[in-house]
């Protein structure tokens, strides 16, 4: 079994930052990336950012330039930087994982942007 555990959303200011952090455990085996996705209420989860294994990385278009993405793939451990964060940034952020072609999903930490 695989565990997710995310941490460090929260409510933040127009133009602060967060950070974001995803620790895999369990019987996980080699990891292809992992990375971050988002859902807005009423829209379709979409991707924010993942972190291959071979250390590439890619964004969503809405996101490049404000967040970066990070990991230690020794330790199954991914980091979302978020900076300049937008109203439209506000969405439940979920942490996900690919191994030997299984998705695993965390459970979802809460990023609320608002003045």
């Known amino acids: 079994q695989v565990q997710l555990v995310e941490s460090g959303g929260g409510l933040v200011q127009p133009g602060e930052s967060l950070s974001l952090s995803c620790t895999a455990s369990?019987?996980?085996?080699?990891?292809?990336?992992m990375g971050w996705y988002r859902q807005a209420p009423g829209k379709r989860r979409e991707l924010v950012a993942i972190?291959?294994?071979?250390?590439?990385?890619a964004y969503g278009d809405s996101v490049k330039g404000r967040f970066t993405v990070s990991g230690d793939t020794t330790k199954n451990t991914v980091y979302l930087q978020m900076s300049s964060l937008r109203p439209e940034d506000t969405a439940v952020y979920y942490c996900?994982?690919?191994?030997?072609?299984?998705?695993?999903w965390g459970q979802g930490t809460q990023v609320t942007v608002s003045s």
């Open positions: 996900k994982v690919v191994s030997a072609g299984n998705n695993y």
């Open positions: 369990g019987s996980i085996g080699g990891i292809e990336h």
């Open positions: 972190r291959f294994r071979s250390g590439g990385t």
